[in-house]
């Protein structure tokens, strides 16, 4: 029987900070060793931060982050560490010799695992399976590895892969166990957020931890980059599937378990044949022996089981929290200000960012117009004064009637519609923005899914800004997180704080009297599952008439949709949580004739 004591460093990289992530690995490793560690294993390109996109077709770049990872082998004393880098196929294995010859053009690169020890980089694990749908394009920028690895540590064997390997049964994992004796597979990863993912995520863990008869270590990323969210939850799954340990959700953390290896010879254990690796891959296997012999057992640390309860709604608003928090923050802007109209959207909004930030660093513009009603006006207020966010209070009306003052003679003779509408929503932008000017602050918009995907926003008004935080939320959910939120602070605010009154009216632009969203789009409980059937499923008309809906509100809703794609390409990224976000996710051509649904 060995023991390994295995620490997981679920950390919150930068990209392109390569210093302050070289920094931070180095106090986590700090960290494992004090806690007497025998490995210490960092989420996938640790040291470059994910992901780095057209970065890395930058030599300068890529020589930061070689030299990050030089800086961290020599730092890594006692202790075995997992790192993950960008791997060159002209990088020296060694960080004491230098390449000959930098290639002055492009050059085949890895998305790696450096293998750490005692101050000495003894292998590299290049990633096998790149993803390359959704937000993923790793096949744009990365070779595929082509060589399992395992090493042995204290005489336990480690294999080691790197997120999408693990997906697949017919992966690396399979070569690592089977002609590699693997005991544990240690799996390095920069998985985002999305809903419902986690559970999906622990499932396959679970699965393959079984099948192949092996304890699985899961050390995710954490942390928010532009529109994605890291959302940690590394996991520790022994040889029976059962989760040993679980790390924080949506923060940094730092797992120290004890691995207790029976020694049975996983090939007996394991329901698949050897026959099945064939000579060429048992050939290509990569075999590192760090150490033999088993360390000296310490004093058992039991790491406690987080047993965590998945609650979907408290996910979702972790990972927007988490998403404001750190787009602020590594962007180094200091305070947001937000345009509070008194609807949800803005209530959710700007609850969200005061959680992020504190109240302090939120500054919310309420801007009324003639159509902007009392009840609006009391609630914008109310909800500004219980989070303790200042207000401020810009009326546009005589704004708005100079603006159409001086459209008068040109318009003349043209009926009022929509564009005075939108000017009301443009000046609102343009004060929104100069205060960003003036004072450094990022806008953060209001806007949610809902409207983004039919377009009913306007460019250059509400869609003006920085930072879209909703933008991925439908607004039924909208709704749903705010009850949610309610309930969390109901102790504080027994009525919620947002205003009951905000929960309840119908939901308006109120850029003319009487208005209702519903004068121009079906009711969301309608509207929003026909969103998510076609923007999230890419289901066909006739799909989604046969859920019930009509073939006229269908077509009428997908028209809409990809009439608006111009519009989303000028609006501001923001965080996603579904899995498709109106951003990266869904590529779809601004000019486009095709209208076959």
């Given at each position: 029987?060995?023991?390994?004591?295995?620490?997981?460093?679920?950390?919150?990289?930068?990209?392109?900070?390569?210093?302050?992530?070289?920094?931070?690995?180095?106090?986590?490793?700090?960290?494992?060793?004090?806690?007497?560690?025998?490995?210490?294993?960092?989420?996938?390109?640790?040291?470059?931060?994910?992901?780095?996109?057209?970065?890395?077709?930058?030599?300068?770049?890529?020589?930061?982050?070689?030299?990050?990872?030089?800086?961290?082998?020599?730092?890594?004393?006692?202790?075995?560490?997992?790192?993950?880098?960008?791997?060159?196929?002209?990088?020296?294995?060694?960080?004491?010799?230098?390449?000959?010859?930098?290639?002055?053009?492009?050059?085949?690169?890895?998305?790696?695992?450096?293998?750490?020890?005692?101050q000495r980089w003894v292998g590299t694990y290049r990633k096998m399976i790149l993803p390359n749908y959704g937000v993923f394009d790793e096949s744009r920028y990365f070779y595929p590895g082509e060589r399992p690895l395992v090493c042995m540590v204290n005489g336990v064997m480690l294999g080691i892969t790197i997120c999408?390997?693990?997906?697949?049964?017919?992966?690396?994992?399979?070569?690592?166990?089977?002609?590699?004796?693997?005991?544990?597979?240690?799996?390095?990863?920069?998985?985002?957020?999305?809903?419902?993912?986690?559970?999906?995520?622990?499932?396959?863990?679970?699965?393959?931890?079984?099948?192949?008869?092996?304890?699985?270590?899961?050390?995710?990323?954490?942390?928010?980059?532009?529109?994605?969210?890291?959302?940690?939850?590394?996991?520790?799954?022994?040889?029976?599937?059962?989760?040993?340990?679980?790390?924080?959700?949506?923060?940094?953390?730092?797992?120290?378990?004890?691995?207790?290896?029976?020694?049975?010879?996983?090939?007996?254990?394991?329901?698949?044949?050897?026959?099945?690796?064939?000579?060429?891959?048992?050939?290509?296997?990569?075999?590192?022996?760090?150490?033999?012999?088993?360390?000296?057992?310490?004093?058992?640390?039991?790491?406690?089981?987080?047993?965590?309860?998945?609650?979907?709604?408290?996910?979702?608003?972790?990972?927007?929290?988490?998403?404001?928090?750190?787009?602020?923050?590594?962007?180094?802007?200091?305070?947001?200000?937000?345009?509070?109209?008194?609807?949800?959207?803005?209530?959710?909004?700007?609850?969200?960012?005061?959680?992020?930030?504190?109240?302090?660093?939120?500054?919310?513009?309420?801007?009324?117009?003639?159509?902007?009603?009392?009840?609006?006006?009391?609630?914008?207020?109310?909800?500004?004064?219980?989070?303790?966010?200042?207000?401020?209070?810009?009326?546009?009306?005589?704004?708005?009637?100079?603006?159409?003052?001086?459209?008068?003679?040109?318009?003349?003779?043209?009926?009022?519609?929509?564009?005075?509408?939108?000017?009301?929503?443009?000046?609102?932008?343009?004060?929104?923005?100069?205060?960003?000017?003036?004072?450094?602050?990022?806008?953060?918009t209001t806007g949610n899914k809902s409207e983004m995907s039919v377009g009913y926003a306007t460019l250059y008004g509400d869609m003006a800004g920085g930072f879209a935080v909703i933008k991925d939320v439908s607004k039924t959910l909208v709704y749903e997180l705010a009850q949610w939120r309610n309930h969390q602070s109901?102790?504080?605010?027994?009525?919620?704080?947002?205003?009951?009154r905000i929960l309840e009216r119908e939901p308006s632009a109120e850029l003319r009297a009487n208005q209702i969203d519903q004068d121009t789009l079906p009711p969301y409980d309608i509207l929003d599952p026909i969103l998510e059937a076609y923007v999230e499923e890419d289901r066909s008309v006739e799909d989604i008439v046969?859920?019930?809906?009509?073939?006229?509100?269908?077509?009428?809703?997908?028209?809409?949709?990809?009439?608006?794609?111009?519009?989303?390409?000028?609006?501001?990224?923001?965080?996603?949580?579904?899995?498709?976000?109106?951003?990266?996710?869904?590529?779809?051509?601004?000019?486009?004739?095709?209208?076959?649904?």
């Open positions: 029987m060995g023991i390994l004591r295995l620490a997981m460093a679920q950390m919150n990289p930068t990209v392109g900070d390569v210093e302050g992530n070289v920094r931070a690995i180095t106090t986590w490793i700090r960290k494992a060793r004090q806690a007497k560690a025998d490995v210490v294993v960092f989420p996938e390109l640790a040291i470059t931060g994910y992901p780095p996109e057209d970065l890395v077709l930058r030599r300068s770049f890529l020589r930061e982050n070689r030299k990050g990872l030089d800086i961290v082998t020599q730092r890594c004393q006692e202790i075995v560490a997992i790192i993950g880098f960008i791997d060159e196929d002209t990088a020296c294995q060694s960080p004491i010799v230098k390449p000959k010859v930098l290639p002055s053009g492009p050059c085949k690169i890895f998305n790696a695992a450096a293998l750490v020890a005692n999408e390997d693990m997906w697949y049964a017919n992966g690396p994992i399979r070569t690592e166990v089977i002609a590699g004796g693997a005991d544990v597979i240690v799996n390095i990863n920069a998985s985002p957020f999305q809903i419902g993912k986690r559970q999906t995520r622990e499932q396959m863990l679970v699965t393959q931890a079984r099948e192949y008869g092996v304890v699985v270590s899961y050390t995710n990323m954490v942390g928010g980059q532009d529109e994605l969210i890291f959302d940690g939850n590394s996991l520790l799954v022994d040889h029976h599937g059962d989760v040993l340990a679980h790390g924080k959700a949506f923060d940094e953390d730092l797992l120290i378990v004890d691995v207790t290896v029976e020694g049975k010879g996983k090939q007996a254990d394991t329901k698949i044949s050897k026959k099945i690796i064939s000579k060429n891959a048992q050939g290509k296997m990569e075999r590192i022996i760090v150490s033999k012999t088993a360390a000296p057992l310490k004093p058992r640390r039991r790491s406690a089981r987080r047993s965590v309860r998945h609650e979907p709604l408290a996910d979702v608003y972790q990972a927007l929290v988490l998403g404001v928090r750190d787009y602020v923050k590594k962007n180094m802007f200091q305070q947001v200000v937000i345009g509070l109209s008194g609807g949800i959207d803005s209530a959710l909004t700007l609850i969200i960012a005061a959680d992020a930030l504190g109240p302090s660093q939120v500054l919310s513009v309420c801007m009324p117009s003639p159509f902007t009603s009392k009840e609006s006006r009391e609630d914008a207020g109310r909800i500004a004064k219980q989070l303790d966010v200042p207000l401020l209070r810009i009326p546009i009306t005589k704004v708005l009637n100079n603006y159409l003052g001086l459209l008068s003679p040109a318009f003349q003779g043209r009926a009022v519609d929509t564009t005075e509408e939108n000017l009301q929503a443009r000046i609102r932008g343009n004060i929104l923005m100069a205060l960003s000017n003036k004072f450094g602050y990022l806008v953060l109901s102790q504080m605010y027994p009525e919620g704080v947002i205003p009951k046969a859920m019930g809906f009509t073939r006229a509100t269908v077509t009428r809703v997908l028209a809409l949709v990809d009439r608006s794609e111009y519009k989303r390409r000028q609006a501001p990224l923001g965080i996603k949580i579904t899995q498709r976000a109106l951003g990266k996710d869904r590529r779809v051509p601004v000019t486009n004739r095709y209208t076959k649904y």
